[in-house]
């Protein structure tokens, strides 16, 4: 199985700032990946998929990248709204596989 | 508007059985892949199983293969996910959700699934 890891696994930010959450996959998995947020009590939001395309309806302060190995989620200019857990995920091969998680928390 | 009601969720006991439900609308259920994932209490997500479209192929997390099994009803506009020989481990949240090429833009509020004596 390909495993996903996620850093940091909490992240202490501000209103305002410019975060970044890496995610590594155990192996290569092309652009096979997509971001979720997720609010306490609530299911998973999709933000980015194939690594750097936002979602429809998602804010354009959300962006991705990354390609194989090594992909990032950054939020610039953090909003009230974006303190949550953010998970990576990937469809290259079944079993599809989650990160652990990142928590964005208020500083 | 897309819509996803899971059902079944409750207490059952080590080695027990249950059979959650998810009944879809405001989409062509029978022309979309769906799956089942879930999150233990304070964990992060896992992915379970999936169907397509027509039934024809499942795919399915190796911790849950050959006790969980994944089926639709197309007429009925209808996910189901039958657990068997449940463990205490498999004590989640179950959302049901319908795929677009491996992401999942539309979920379910989810139904919760306690496991224990």
């Known amino acids: 199985d390909i495993q996903m890891t996620q850093s940091p696994s909490t992240l202490s930010a501000s209103v305002g700032d410019r975060i970044t959450i890496t995610c590594r996959a155990s192996?290569?998995?092309?652009?096979?990946l997509a971001w979720y947020q997720q609010r306490p009590g609530k299911a998973p939001k999709l933000l980015i998929y194939?690594?750097?395309n936002l979602e429809s309806g998602v804010p354009s302060r959300f962006s991705g990248s990354g390609s194989g190995t090594e992909f990032t989620l950054t939020i610039s200019g953090l909003q009230p709204d974006d303190f949550a857990t953010y998970y990576c995920?990937?469809?290259?091969?079944?079993?599809?596989?989650f990160g652990q998680g990142t928590e964005v928390e208020i500083k | 508007e897309v819509q996803l009601v899971e059902s079944g969720g409750g207490l059952v006991q080590p080695g027990g059985s249950l059979r959650l439900s998810c009944a879809a609308s405001?989409?062509?259920?029978?022309?979309?892949?769906m799956s089942w994932v879930r999150q233990a209490p304070g964990k992060g997500l896992e992915w379970v199983a999936n169907?397509?479209?027509?039934?024809?192929?499942?795919y399915y997390v190796d911790s849950v293969k050959g006790r969980f099994t994944i089926s639709r009803d197309n007429a009925k506009n209808s996910l189901y996910l039958e657990m068997d020989s449940l463990r205490a481990e498999d004590t989640a949240v179950y959302y049901c959700?319908?795929?677009?090429?491996?992401?999942?833009?539309?979920w379910g509020q989810g139904t919760l699934v306690t496991v224990s004596s």
């Open positions: 169907i397509k479209y027509d039934g024809s192929a499942k």
């Open positions: 194939q690594a750097s």
């Open positions: 192996q290569t998995i092309s652009s096979s």
């Open positions: 959700a319908k795929e677009r090429y491996g992401v999942w833009v539309y």
């Open positions: 405001g989409f062509t259920f029978s022309s979309y892949w």
């Open positions: 995920q990937h469809y290259n091969v079944y079993p599809w596989t």
